[in-house]
């Protein structure tokens, strides 16, 4: 009986030792985890998720829990985590002063060591270093241009306008037909902001922006952004964009619902509306084109002259329990083959040089890129966060007739001087 008990015994360890092995990852220990947040729904969501099946490949021991936050919630959502402590292991961003606030923090990881710097399109990765180090590695390449149906246009005779005066002729015979000219969805403030970044760039130059953030003579109050203000109440005045659109937030998609359906015209919007059609309204894509914004006259700007941003940007909490893997993760999501898939699959440009789209829409934005003078960052992703806000606060203002321009840009400049100097 004794022998029979000590079998019995040896038996049931032999069977709680195989249970424990199967639960367990390769090596017989739990898999590491990795948390990976990102704001991109539909394709581009795809795209990631299949750079994160490859990683995974490589790290069998290794489960990457991947969670997607809604664009305009996602800011203050990381900014909780990382207050509190416990942000993702890999996180995106917009690289300029809204992450370097969590640099200066101590709250994200270098990465310089890894990287290879001519991998990347120079002015995006430039975007998220400070002090000649590394913080994020771009995938995406976006401008801004002004999206519009090509069927009303044709219908009403118009022509993409060149200039500032002939986008308001546009809007005029729009609005004789009642059709709302220009769609705009500014809640959340920062599709608004286009307007006076793109304004500022044609009236003053490129350098107004770098004068005045930099300190270098020009300031927030320059006659340039009093006058892009200006433009801005002009064509709110002339009835250009839809009704109550300050209470219009993007990412619900009432805003392009007024594209899709024909009741609005235009929309100025990144190039990553093209992604949005594609996975809402496929059957519109067959009436959209698009433009670059208008000149005003006797400005000192170009249409080569391109509002533009580098993201999505990833970047590795400093706090992560394996930074080495996390790090090696997003160089998944910025090889070359994320970079080909996102081109082609997203209507959308990338940071990673030597990618060129196959996608025939996409190419149409490469070529506008390639021809490009300069590349404007925004302003809310560049300024520090403090001044970034009040920038896109005074913006939805004067949009909203509640600040004169002359209000707006004195205001931005004594907080500039507040803060930058």
Known sequence: MKKLAMLMMLFLVLILTACSGSSNSAGGSEKKVLEFWHIDPGEKEKVYEEAVERFEEKHPDVEVKVLRIPNDAYKQ???????????????????GGWLK?????GKVLDVTEDVDKSHFNELALQNSMYDDK???????????????????????????????????????????????????ANKTKWPGAYYLMNFASREAGTDLFDSAFHREGKG???????????????????????????GVPYDEGTGRQLLYSGQAAM?????????????????????????????????????????????????????SEHPDLATELIQELTSEETAQAYADRTGSLTSINGVVPNDEFTKKFHEVVEGATHLQM??????????????????????????TPEEAAEKMEAKAKEVLE
């Open 77 to 95: 959502k990381l900014s909780v985590a990382m207050s509190g402590g416990n942000p993702p292991d890999v996180f995106n961003s917009w690289g």
């Open 101 to 105: 606030q969590f640099v200066d923090q």
């Open 134 to 184: 590394v913080y994020g590695l771009p995938l995406g390449l976006s401008i801004d241009v002004v999206f519009y149906n090509k069927e009303i246009f044709d219908k009403y005779g118009l022509e993409e306008p060149k200039t500032y005066q002939e986008w308001l002729e546009i809007n005029d015979t729009l609005n004789e037909n009642d059709i709302i000219p220009i769609a705009l």
């Open 220 to 246: 927030f109050d320059d006659e340039g952004y009093v006058q892009a203000g200006t433009y801005i109440q002009e064509m709110v005045k002339n009835d250009a964009f839809n009704e109550g659109f300050n």
């Open 267 to 319: 929309m100025d919007m990144t190039i990553s509306f093209l992604n949005n059609v594609r996975m809402e309204a496929p059957e519109f894509e067959e009436k959209l084109d698009f433009f670059v914004f208008p000149e005003v006259e006797g400005g000192k700007g170009s249409v080569t002259d391109l509002g533009a941003s580098a993201s999505p940007v990833w970047s590795v909490s400093e706090s």
């Open 378 to 403: 925004p302003y809310d992703q560049t300024l520090p966060p403090e001044l970034a806000e009040l920038h896109k606060d005074t913006t939805q203002a004067v949009f909203g007739l509640e600040m």
